[in-house]
């Protein structure tokens, strides 16, 4: 199954889907397909003036252009979720995560869209450590193993 | 053709990045390998970098993370060397979740042995008819 992260740049998160036989969806490759599709128009990212105008199905046109083009990347990764794994209040919120309101907005669209899902607070400690990758082995293990890649 | 970039993030005690650079080069599989402070980036095609990876996890399955990233080695968008320094963006995560790699791999250990944690009990937040009860107590011992 399709699994969405958050923080959807973590390495932990998208190593553990990975690692129990599931599909992280992450924002990486959302930035890959752009920055290796021919012919840049405006680079790093390749945000083009279409990206936002896709952003509008999630947020009106007087939101700021930085939320409208950060939901142009993660539509693709919310469209495609079966499942998400969401890891409380992120110490991080750099680079494409680093818009508190489109992390507030894809939060809420997450738990609006009813799929199975599991909340977790970053590990401090090797106990917490335990629990926090006991919880995601036994929530992917719940779902149905990821389809063979074609 | 399908080309993806993955970052191989080591923390392990036994394997260091100069052997799994080795390993891969062994391969003789048609993929640009980096070798960097925090692991390895190899970028090549899909099916070729998964399996390549696939094995290099099995060096140290507890020390040995990877990831997804968007774009290939030496970019010059993304890279310090063109861009005057700094820290590269995405470096912040990856440092925040790199202090905590020894816990998820001593976790993944206990997994592995069939430990199973015990679950911390989380604090709740008052509840409001539990709060009017203490209320209607406190007005009445008055």
């Known amino acids: 199954m399709k699994v969405f992260i958050y923080p959807t740049n973590s390495l932990i998160l998208s190593d553990l889907v990975e690692r129990f036989g599931h599909e992280p969806l992450a924002i990486m490759s959302e930035i890959g397909k752009r920055v290796r599709s021919q012919g840049l128009d405006s680079p790093p990212l390749n945000i083009t003036p279409e990206e936002p105008k896709l952003g509008l199905k999630y947020a009106a046109v007087e939101v700021p252009s930085g939320v409208r083009g950060r939901m142009a990347l993660f539509d693709p990764l919310l469209s495609k979720a079966d499942a998400a794994i969401i890891v409380r209040d992120p110490v991080t919120s750099f680079g494409c995560m680093g818009c508190a309101r489109t992390n507030e907005l894809v939060n809420f669209l997450i738990r609006a869209k009813k799929i199975p899902l599991l909340e977790l607070d970053y590990p401090s400690t090797e106990e917490d450590a335990k629990e926090f990758v006991y919880k995601i082995s036994e929530f992917l293990k719940s779902l149905k193993p990821a389809e063979e890649k074609k | ?142």
């Not at chain 2, 010059?76 to 060397?81: L, M, S």
Request: net charge positive; aromatic share 4%; charged share 30%.
């Open chain 2, 1 to 142: 053709m399908d080309t993806i970039t993955k970052m191989v993030v080591i923390n392990s005690q036994k394997v260091l990045p100069s052997d799994v650079v080795i390993k891969l080069y062994e391969s003789n599989a048609d993929v640009m390998i980096k070798e960097t402070c925090f692991g390895i980036i190899v970028s090549g095609e899909r099916t070729i970098v998964d399996s390549l990876l696939g094995s290099i996890r099995k060096m140290d399955p507890y020390g040995i993370f990877i990831k997804e990233r968007g774009l290939a080695p030496g970019e010059p968008y993304r890279c310090r060397a063109t861009r005057r320094g700094g820290a590269r963006p995405g470096f912040h995560t990856l440092e925040t979740e790199d202090k905590i790699l020894p816990y998820i791999a001593s976790a993944l250990k206990a997994l592995d042995k069939g430990e199973v944690p015990q679950q911390k009990k989380r604090k709740t937040k008052l509840d409001v008819e539990k709060l009017k009860e203490i209320i209607k107590e406190a007005e009445a011992s008055q």
